[in-house]
């Protein structure tokens, strides 16, 4: 079993930063965690993603350049740092694990392990 806790949301202007970390219990090892988000009315999508054992990583186009996913494998959690943040990257943002390789990682449906979800506001 794995939990996971979400931490780092909040309310930002258009052009700031935030950085979200998602906290786990239970063993990560070679696994993905990714970071979803949903806006109001629209469908979950997946933001990043990085595979625990190997480092590798998946962005969705509309955040390349100004999102880092990475991964602190001593402490169990796994970070979101945004820059340049948008109106458009509004929503609720939520950490999700899935054991094992999967070749779309930022497909919602891969994961089975889920946190609470933290807010992240972008607005002047």
């Known amino acids: 079993q794995v939990q996971l806790v979400e931490s780092g949301g909040g309310s930002v202007e258009p052009g700031g930063s935030l950085r979200l970390a998602c906290a786990a219990t239970g063993n990560i090892y070679s696994t993905w965690m990714g970071w979803f988000r949903q806006a109001p009315g629209k469908e979950r999508e997946g933001v990043a993603a990085?595979?625990?054992?190997?480092?590798?990583?998946e962005y969705a186009e509309s955040v390349k350049g100004r999102f880092t996913v990475s991964i602190d494998n001593a402490r169990n959690t796994a970070y979101l740092q945004m820059n340049a943040l948008k109106a458009e990257d509004a929503g609720m943002y939520y950490c999700a694990a899935r054991t094992g390789w999967a070749n779309k990682p930022l497909t919602s449906g891969q994961y089975n392990y889920w946190g609470q979800g933290t807010q992240v506001t972008v607005s002047s």
């Open positions: 990085i595979f625990t054992s190997s480092g590798n990583t």
